[in-house]
């Protein structure tokens, strides 16, 4: 972080995503992360579980759809003096994302997609509720 530096350091992360095909046309996907940030500010410092669940299905017109839910669990290392607690927040959430695999730009897919996260931290000044859209494109090697 070139501002804040006391979020500045080492990020680690590991997953494992798994794949069930239901069908040619749909398929279950589960996963989960663990990540842990070392920031050099000990109260900034936390470890955070992230499982995930999707159901993906190819439709008529040349749609894919994919969507599902979103876990997190994030607690900080440190007592915070100045909220008199340590940290811990829970963040629920779900996407959509549809992509129109027929149309092409230079072997480019586009792709429409929602995001909602709802964050409940025990530090009520961290709690907040996010909504993002994004379009963009993709390609499947």
């Keep these: 972080y ?10 680690l992360s590991t997953g494992l ?4 095909s239901l069908s040619r046309e749909s398929l279950l996907q ?8 070392q920031a050099s500010d000990p109260l900034l410092r936390n470890t955070q579980v992230l499982l995930t669940a999707a159901y993906r299905r190819e439709l008529p017109f040349g749609i894919t759809a994919q969507g599902g839910p979103d876990l997190y669990y994030r607690w900080f290392d440190d007592f915070d003096p100045v909220n008199n607690a340590t940290r811990a927040d829970w963040t629920f959430g779900g996407s959509v994302q549809l992509t129109k695999r027929d149309w092409r730009f230079a072997g480019f897919a586009p792709v429409v997609s929602y995001q909602f996260l709802r964050n409940e931290s025990n530090v009520t000044r961290f ?7 994004n379009i963009s494109l993709t390609r499947t090697f």
Excluded at 2 to 11: A, C, E, K, T
Excluded at 30 to 37: F, I, K, S, V, Y
């Design 17 to 20: 995503t798994a794949l069930h």
């Design 30 to 37: 589960g996963g989960a992360t663990l990540t842990r940030e």
């Design 127 to 133: 709690d907040y509720t996010r909504h993002r859209a």
């Design 2 to 11: 070139d501002v804040d530096l006391g979020r500045s350091g080492p990020v």
